[in-house]
């Protein structure tokens, strides 16, 4: 793409603070002649019968027509009979693979200054296959899934990931001394990709162990691929390792080159429209975006000056130890491009 042609994407504004920080992205992509023609998406209120689920058939359509997206997030409805909208979202969309970094920021002091690692979480099965039933009373089971198909895929995703951005080694993360069956063969799915990869150092690691090295020592880590599960897990604590959710983002890819950037954390419904939330995590992944429609300079026009306008420390949201305001926030970002 030229930076003058507009690139139609979707954007879910999402719910609780998502609206506040979806237009904080678009205020700061505008002010950086970022010239996207935003597909907005609005979730329906009632369930739509071809999706089971809030998420409407025009709301995936989008998606599937424009190829690339941002998100922001979603609150589960409460209720039965109908699916989550990001569960709905990644299993209609095959959103196989979901890519966290995760690194310091420059002038933002937490424990560590030298975190730069990547989580990569397999999206669609696991735990989170929703399988759930009552065996007989007091007793309930949950099917774990794993599949030599996912697992082949993410575990690609990721060493070709590893090799374009310049990564030396890939940990597969897992827990196949007791689910020898389950995570034994996404274990073997790894093991088989990273033959193909020689240059690249691989590593497997018990996810017990990993949680106790990653505190103790994050640089030790950089392409971590894991299940489901495991990923939603690991990549928390990757984001409180760098100061937390509000800084964190997201890349969901998809067969047919779909990719759905995120936001990390949920939709804070104790600080929505308050004028609070830091809108950094959207907005970086907004960058990620970028990145992927090749825009690279815009993407890192705006990672500059979310970066400085953090380094520089005078507007900061509240979760960073500030006490500005998303829309102060984001025009010190403006006024740094
Ligand atoms: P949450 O991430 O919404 O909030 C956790 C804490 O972090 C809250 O104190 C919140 O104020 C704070 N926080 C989160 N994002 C912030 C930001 N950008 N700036 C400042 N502070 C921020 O998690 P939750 O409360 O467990 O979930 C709320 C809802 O969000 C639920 O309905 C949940 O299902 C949904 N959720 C959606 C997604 C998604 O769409 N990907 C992810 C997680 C949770």
């Known amino acids: ?61 989008s998606v599937l027509k424009n190829k690339v997206g941002l998100k922001g997030p979603m609150a589960t409805p409460i209720g039965k009979g109908h699916r989550s909208l990001n569960l709905t979202l990644r299993k209609e969309l095959n959103l196989y693979a979901n890519v966290r970094p995760c690194y310091s920021l420059p002038g933002y002091k937490t424990r560590y200054d030298d975190v730069d690692l990547i989580t990569i979480r ?132 998809g067969e047919d080159g779909i990719a759905l950037a995120e936001a990390v954390h949920g939709s804070a419904p104790d600080i929505a429209g308050m004028n609070l939330a830091n809108p950094t995590a959207l907005l970086l992944s907004g960058v990620m975006m970028l990145r992927h429609l090749k825009l690279n300079k815009q993407a890192e026009q705006i990672h500059s000056a979310i970066i400085n306008t953090i380094a520089e420390g005078k507007y900061r949201t509240a979760d960073l130890g500030g006490s500005s305001t998303t829309t102060d926030f984001t025009k010190a970002i403006c006024d740094h491009l």
């Open 1 to 61: 793409f030229s930076s003058s042609t507009p690139i139609k994407a979707t954007l879910f504004p999402g719910d609780g603070i998502g609206p506040e920080i979806a237009e904080s992205v678009k205020q700061v992509f505008t002010a950086a002649d970022v010239v996207i023609d935003w597909d907005e998406q609005f979730v329906g209120t009632e369930v739509d019968p071809r999706t089971n689920s809030f998420l409407t058939w025009d709301n995936l359509q």
């Open 122 to 253: 397999e999206n669609t099965e696991g735990e989170y296959s929703g399988l759930e039933h009552q065996v007989v009373k007091g007793v309930v089971e949950s099917l774990k899934i794993i599949t030599r198909k996912a697992s082949m895929r993410v575990a690609e995703y990721a060493f070709l990931y590893a090799k374009t951005h310049g990564r030396k080694k890939v940990s597969a993360i897992h827990k196949a001394n007791i689910m020898q069956k389950t995570d034994g063969l996404f274990l073997q799915c790894c093991d088989e990709v990273a033959a193909k990869y020689p240059e690249i150092y691989y590593e497997k690691v018990v996810i017990d162990n990993c949680c106790m090295m990653l505190v103790k020592n994050p640089a030790l880590f950089d392409v971590l691929v894991m299940p489901n599960l495991y990923g939603d897990i690991i990549s928390d604590l990757c984001a409180g390792l760098v100061g937390g959710l509000g800084l964190t983002p997201s890349m969901n890819i």
